[in-house]
């Protein structure tokens, strides 16, 4: 009988919230396989964490990059037991004034991406009756986002499908969680513009360990949708019963600057 540990893929693993998952499920008896485009950062974070730990510098979004996953996974001779589907990105600003590559890298990297992997490694998954795929959306899923329209719609699409996957494999063995967490300690804030912006406040951020601990922990106990913090699930309930145009108002002001 094997005694081999899970292989968990983690995308965007050099940085916040995927770096925070790395170190966390290496803790809990996994190996690893961790993707991401800073060369420098895997190679540090794969010497702190040690084991079985491989790392893959790889822009996601680039052609042939499944592919290249592919060549490395059957170098390994290993399977993806988990998908932990961290990797993405967003940009503040209104639509119309916007740059069209950051646009559409957004739909590339949030949603095509995350759906091409999640096609590659999750039928393995289903065949073997167990694994699953951790896809991290965020609050922003819950409701438009003014501003940062792209971005949330992105968000509101991986929400949308991890629950739809989630029911398809029900009773299979095999776990889909979306992991929702609001405004974070990361580069995200102040990559994306939003670090000045009302909803970036210092007393609504929480710490990429705290919400890559919770979202473990949840996809672990076999949750659907794990929203973080108290606030976030008040925030995430909000947007589905008030009035949208009430809603539309309240995300706006809140994706301006302070």
């Not at 008896?29 to 485009?37: H, S």
């Not at 996601?60 to 990797?87: C, F, M, Q, S």
């Not at 951020?205 to 601990?213: H, I, Q």
Request: glycine share 12%; with cysteine.
């Amino acid at each position: 009988m094997s005694t081999q540990r899970p292989l968990v893929l983690v995308t965007g693993a050099s940085s916040g919230i995927g770096e925070a998952f790395a170190k966390i499920i290496a803790a809990d008896g996994c190996d690893l396989l961790l993707v991401a485009r800073r060369t420098e950062r895997l190679d540090a974070l794969k010497a702190e964490i040690g084991g079985e730990t491989h790392t893959l510098p790889l822009d996601i979004t680039a052609p042939g990059a499944g592919d290249e996953l592919d060549a490395e996974l059957a170098r390994l001779g290993r399977p993806v037991d988990i998908l932990v589907n961290n990797a993405g990105f967003g940009k503040a600003g209104p639509f119309a004034g916007s740059d069209r590559a950051d646009q559409l890298g957004m739909v590339d990297l949030n949603v095509r991406a995350l759906v091409d992997l999640t096609h590659r490694y999750l039928p393995g998954m289903v065949e073997r009756r167990t694994g699953g795929v951790l896809n991290v959306a965020s609050t922003a899923a819950f409701q438009p986002g003014p501003n940062v329209a792209v971005y949330y719609a992105s968000k509101a699409f991986v929400l949308s499908f991890s629950e739809a996957l989630s029911e398809e494999v029900r009773g299979s063995g095999v776990t889909i969680s979306a992991l929702c967490p609001g405004p974070t300690h990361s580069e995200f804030g102040a990559i994306s513009g939003m670090a000045t912006h009302r909803v970036f406040r210092p007393s609504f951020l929480k710490t990429s360990e705290a919400v890559a601990r919770q979202g473990w922990a949840g996809f672990r106990a076999g949750r659907r949708v794990v929203v973080t913090g108290a606030l976030n699930k008040m925030t995430a309930a909000g947007g589905r019963v008030l009035p949208k145009g009430v809603v539309l108002r309240m995300v706006k002001r809140l994706q301006t600057d302070r």
